[in-house]
């Protein structure tokens, strides 16, 4: 048979979406859009500039900066030769594109630069319950600033943001220190000498993490690690003058602003560019997911991506996650219609046309179904919830008119249809404005005759 007999017979198979991504909507779209929305709100609040940077870049710019031996460098990048045989990556995490257009722009002269974005990250992970292939991220970051303050202005836009999206309660913030270059070379050589003494009980991942990167077993998830990262030296036992100095001034700055926190001394982050502050927001109510925030300061990072010395701190939020918390707590739901418009026939569509963007100019949730009679249409009102039905037929046609019914009380009146997109509809409701009664004595009806007229006193 030939193929193309053989395509004919067969209907097309409808190809699946790829593993680890996801479609989102209905009530988790809501919960989505309300973390973003949110987010948008207070990182103005605290003067954050929003940047927008390409989906993907050249490798080199998260081989170089991540590290090597992290997760996400070793096995979980979306890497691919583009026609052109370039070696790209699909971003993994927003921190090190920031970088690198920090440095391509001549972004310093901004310095301290604030910067807001968001948007979809790709990591081959295993895929389960608020961990995805495609995820996405909501980013803060302040480069060219090695000021403690800076830490502790992202640690309260943080803390602010997750208490406006009502998820705070059960969150809390683990933070620590990595210190300086030498405090870190200090500690690592001690973890080295550690972990060598119990190399035989450790995943084969840590044990080739051993020399190179011991840090990293402390980030493990792998059980068979765990009972050696609670005995492993700690920080604190390494951290110079300076570094504690730095750390010091950090908490001091969350105290001063009331924003609560946990030493977690063993607290490494998944990336390596990390030094001095490390925190992360961690709930329980997430299962095995449940760091919903996570970041700290990278002084070391720009320099991997050739440029000069430049101090940053940054964090992100993984947009799924919150909005898992935020859809628990069932405080987001799809808009609410405020008023249904009904026409009655085909010579009342265009006055309703006319009419539905008249109210949505004004400000009200309008919606004209496309199709169904009167009593369809009315039943789709009030399963909406709508308050308000606007009704046009051939008679109100005619008389340059329209019924408004409240759909709560049942009460239906005649107005002009010029009174509609002029006045809340609550001050149309019920009330039959034939001739002005008394002219001046009725303020709505002043407004409604008087509004789009020259004054001409
Ligand atoms: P985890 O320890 O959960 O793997 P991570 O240390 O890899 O997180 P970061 O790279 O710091 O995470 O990313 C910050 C936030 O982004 C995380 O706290 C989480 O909320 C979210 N996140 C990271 N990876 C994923 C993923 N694969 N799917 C969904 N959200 C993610
Ligand atoms: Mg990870």
């Not at 920031?98 to 974005?117: D, E, M, S, V």
């Not at 044990?207 to 990293?216: M, V």
């Not at 730095?246 to 969350?254: D, S, Y």
């Not at 019924?403 to 010029?418: D, F, K, M, S």
Request: net charge negative; proline share 5%; glycine share 10%.
């Amino acid at each position: 048979m030939p193929l193309s007999a053989l395509a004919m017979s067969t209907p097309p198979k409808t190809p699946d979406a790829i593993r680890g991504t996801q479609d989102i909507f209905g009530a988790e779209a809501e919960a989505f859009a309300h973390v973003v929305e949110t987010f948008e709100r207070v990182r103005k609040l605290y003067r954050f500039r929003r940047a927008e940077m390409p989906v993907f870049e050249k490798t080199a710019v998260f081989s170089r900066s991540l590290g090597e031996t992290t997760d996400v460098v070793s096995k979980e990048m979306y890497s691919f030769e583009d026609r052109g045989g370039e070696s790209l990556t699909l971003r993994p995490e927003f921190t090190a594109g920031i970088a690198r257009a920090y440095l391509t722009n001549g972004w310093q002269q901004h310095a301290p630069l604030k910067l807001a974005t968001h948007g979809p990250l790709f990591r081959y992970e295993r895929p389960q319950k608020g961990r995805y292939r495609q995820f996405h991220q909501i980013n803060a970051e302040i480069l060219g600033a090695g000021e403690p303050q800076a830490d502790v202005e992202l640690l309260v836009m943080a803390d602010q943001l997750l208490k406006e999206l009502g998820v705070a309660d059960g969150v809390s913030l683990h933070l620590n220190t990595l210190g300086d270059a030498p405090s870190r070379e200090a500690w690592r050589v001690a973890l080295i000498d550690y972990f060598r003494d119990h190399r035989e009980s450790l995943s084969e991942d840590s044990q080739e993490r051993l020399e190179r990167n011991p840090l990293r077993i402390l980030d493990s998830k792998d059980p068979r690690d765990k009972p050696f990262t609670e005995g492993a030296p700690k920080i604190d036992d390494y951290l110079s003058d300076e570094a504690q100095d730095f750390f010091g001034k950090v908490t001091q700055g969350l105290e001063a602003a009331g924003v609560a926190f946990a030493r977690a001394p063993a607290l490494v982050r998944g990336l390596d560019y990390y030094r001095h502050t490390a925190f992360e927001f961690v709930t329980d109510r997430l299962g095995a997911q449940g760091t919903v925030l996570g970041g700290g300061r990278y002084d070391g990072l720009i320099e991997t991506l050739g440029g000069p010395h430049t101090p940053a701190v940054g964090w992100a939020a993984g947009i799924e996650r919150l909005a898992m918390l935020v859809g628990a707590g069932g405080n987001v739901a799809e808009g609410k219609l405020d008023t249904a418009i009904i026409p009655l026939g085909e010579a009342a569509e265009k006055a309703c046309i006319a009419l539905a963007a008249a109210l949505r100019r004004f400000g009200l949730v309008v919606e004209m179904s496309f199709r169904g009679n009167m009593k369809k249409r009315l039943g789709r009102a009030n399963e909406s919830g709508a308050e308000y039905a606007i009704i046009i037929g051939d008679n109100e046609l005619a008389a340059g008119k329209a019924l408004l019914r409240n759909l709560n009380t049942g009460v239906q009146t005649a107005q002009p249809i010029t009174h509609f997109g002029k006045v809340p509809l609550s001050l149309l409701d019920g009330v039959e404005f034939g001739e002005p009664p008394d002219p001046g004595t009725n303020q709505v009806f002043d407004i409604l005759t008087n509004s789009g007229k020259k004054d001409d006193s």
